[in-house]
């Protein structure tokens, strides 16, 4: 399964992105979801998560109170709208799903999209 993320491209400081991915699936109800980014000489980070059913919804700390992830069971897809960017931002982001019994946001993850770039300058 090949995930497809769209979405990227150059911004201002302080601009806004929002970022999609296509699960092309019978339905991602029973998937968590999540938003990865890996910067240059960095390693890989998830950045936020959504859980099968939407039970639960993680954050990493450096973008709390910014990103939003979200989802629409209906069009097989999620979201990550991102707000006040800042340089520390750039990064390719890629998006991810995994079938999960559990209402966790899981560590693994089975499929991934190839990534878009986001890049934070003026």
């Known amino acids: 399964v090949q995930l497809q993320a769209s979405g990227g491209g150059l911004v201002q400081p302080g601009g806004s992105l929002r970022l999609s991915c296509v699960v092309p699936?019978?339905?991602?109800?029973?998937?968590?979801v999540g938003w990865f980014r890996q910067a240059p000489g960095k390693e890989r980070e998830r950045v936020a998560c959504?859980?099968?059913?939407?039970?639960?919804?993680g954050y990493a700390d450096s973008v709390k109170g910014r990103f939003t992830i979200s989802r629409d069971n209906v069009k097989n897809s999620f979201y990550l709208q991102m707000d006040t960017l800042q340089p520390e931002d750039t990064a390719v982001y890629y998006c991810a799903a995994v079938y999960s019994r559990t209402f966790t946001c899981p560590r693994v993850y089975d499929y991934w999209g190839r990534g878009t770039l986001v890049t934070v300058s003026s």
């Open positions: 959504i859980s099968r059913s939407d039970r639960r919804i």
């Open positions: 699936v019978v339905s991602i109800a029973d998937y968590a």
